[in-house]
């Protein structure tokens, strides 16, 4: 019930500032050739207008439970449902070698089947993110989360016949193509709300990635208790149920509309911009007229734009509205190397690397993996422990809520920074509890509370705002790119985290947290010193203050001077 009062709480917070958003869009809106906002008799009541704020506002807000249902949440719900049914799917790989050959499999062939079967995942999310630029571009943002249920359903389907047809093979393919779909919606999502928000709304809007990933994630700790799929007969409807999220998207998200940005710079196609941009509005002949006034400003932006060229030091500025045919057109092909290459790009790629591999490496992976033993030892009975892991999913679920709604107040620089610096913390103190343990027989306690602290301050901060670093600091033709980066640095860092704990955590004992303290400490300090600040401004306003930080000593921005169109490219 918390749940629920937190997650209403959210909802109307957001559509409350989204329609405080629009309001000062419309004062914006120029009412004829000239820079006059409209007013209040150029509109068919005050009423009506409120009426299509607040529509405007549900289109967002379905298009936000549209597009993570079948996104991010995919990845949290995979990635925890496997543990629940581990020793029933390695029983399961035994019987079934049994049956085939007459003999058992020995232990070790096991562990190693059921290694694999773990670790096909992030291999498959890997696959996912090189294939989601080129599926962004030539698809739609919108078009690639729909193709990308190809691979759910698929999996669901070798989930679920896996038992009756005694095939093992069959769940290690279903976790490689589940790992694909989860490696495409981790970077098409974000990139999809990102475009599509209005700039006072963009970060809390791109933050919902991270809270569907965390509601994935507790969900999926919820349906695999033994009560409910988690038992030995019922693993393969536990493993086959991701499909149930990817049918919800099948059913809403072609409702929904394709990325305003997306369709007006990088297909040119200004039509459809104003379609999906403006229909929802025009629901009067006076709000036609309004659609027709901003049409000729976004034909003026599409003029001055093919006119433009870059006037710089670089050959493209990094920026977000310097038309995707003359400007970029290296990253437009999807190349994620070429990014390495421009220097115009510098300040952007190194914080997406440095930021990006931090949260991977900052430990938040390895608390998970700690916390049943710590929940152990603090006396927890063992059958209860299930309830306690859940307890840990839903803090991050909690904190990326918080963050949510505080981050359009206090920016992004803030809660990295501030996520970092209290991790560092509570990871100090974790530290000191394990090599105390023994001495005190409190001292368990005070790890098991570090352990949820720890995961709330990840919440907070770097779980949610890192990914938001692709959307706003690179330009529309980059980004796609710029997120294939990214992914493949999630899932590389994730699969060496997985791979190299064990044996981490044998060699440190009680010290295993030290590395990840020092990724912690450096990650608070780049941010502190080299990431600027994007709160609240718009992409061309970012691309310039970037270009600034590229090129200090270039007194002249290589940006055209024209119309802004950030109201005619949002939802």
């Known amino acids: 019930m918390h749940v629920v009062a937190l997650l209403q709480l959210w909802f109307g917070d957001l559509l409350s500032q989204w329609n405080s958003a629009l309001h000062a869009a419309r004062m914006e809106c120029p009412r004829d050739s000239s820079e006059k906002g409209l007013l209040d008799s150029d509109l068919p009541s005050p009423y009506g207008f409120r009426l299509g704020r607040k529509f405007q506002g549900w289109v967002l807000l379905l298009t936000i439970c549209a597009a993570g249902i079948g996104g991010t949440f995919q990845f949290g719900y995979n990635l925890s449902i496997i543990n629940a049914p581990t020793l029933y799917i390695q029983e399961f790989t035994n019987e079934t070698w049994q049956m085939r050959t007459g003999r058992p499999l020995p232990d070790h062939l096991v562990l190693l089947v059921w290694s694999l079967i773990v670790s096909l995942y992030p291999l498959g999310g890997l696959l996912g993110a090189l294939l989601a630029g080129p599926l962004a571009i030539t698809l739609g943002r919108k078009k690639s989360l729909l193709v990308n249920n190809i691979f759910v359903v698929a999996a669901a389907t070798l989930f679920g016949f896996s038992r009756r047809a005694g095939s093992f093979e069959m769940v290690m393919l279903g976790r490689l193509l589940v790992g694909v779909s989860a490696g495409v919606s981790m970077n098409v999502q974000p990139m999809y709300l990102g475009e599509s928000a209005p700039k006072e709304l963009r970060g809390a809007v791109a933050m919902t990635s991270a809270i569907f990933t965390a509601l994935g994630i507790v969900m999926g700790q919820v349906v695999g208790l033994r009560e409910l799929l988690g038992g030995p007969q019922a693993w393969p409807l536990l493993l086959a149920s991701c499909l149930v999220p990817g049918v919800l998207q099948l059913a809403s998200l072609p409702l929904l509309p394709e990325s305003p940005r997306y369709l007006l710079i990088d297909r040119g196609d200004s039509e459809a911009c104003l379609a999906v941009s403006l229909d929802y509005l025009a629901k009067s002949s006076q709000l036609m007229l309004l659609t027709l006034r901003i049409s000729s400003q976004v034909q003026k932006f599409i003029s001055a734009a093919a006119a433009a060229g870059p006037r710089g030091p670089g050959r493209r500025a990094g920026g977000a509205g310097a038309g995707a045919r003359r400007l970029g057109g290296r990253a437009e092909r999807g190349d994620p190397w070429e990014l390495f290459g421009d220097r115009a790009l510098r300040r952007q790629v190194a914080s997406l690397v440095v930021l990006g591999g931090a949260m991977e490496l900052c430990g938040n992976d390895a608390v998970y993996s700690y916390a049943s033993a ?131 955590m044998e060699g440190l004992s009680h010290f295993l947290y030290v590395p990840f303290l020092c990724v912690c400490v450096c990650a608070a300090v780049y941010t502190f010193f080299f990431l600027p600040e994007t709160k609240g401004k718009t992409f061309l306003e970012i691309s310039e203050e970037l270009y600034r930080l590229n090129f200090p000593g270039w007194s002249q921005s290589p940006m055209w001077r024209g119309p802004e169109v950030v109201q005619s490219t949002e939802l």
Request: proline share 5%; hydrophobic share 55%; with cysteine.
């Open 374 to 504: 710590m929940f152990v030892q603090a006396r927890i009975p063992p059958e209860k422990v299930q309830y306690a892991v859940i307890g840990t999913g839903g803090c991050e679920l909690l904190a990326t809520l918080v963050s949510c709604v505080v981050i359009e107040r206090v920016g992004r620089r803030v809660l990295l920074m501030g996520g970092y610096c209290l991790m560092t913390c509570w990871g100090s103190v974790f530290t000191a509890a394990l090599c105390l343990q023994s001495s005190f027989p409190w001292m368990p306690y005070l790890a098991m509370s570090c352990i949820f602290a720890f995961i709330l301050s990840f919440g907070i901060g770097p779980a949610g705002v890192t990914g938001i670093l692709a959307t706003e600091l690179f330009d529309q033709t980059a980004r796609p790119a710029a997120y294939m980066v990214c992914g493949v640095l999630m899932w590389t860092m994730l699969f060496l985290v997985g791979l190299g704990f064990p044996f981490i």
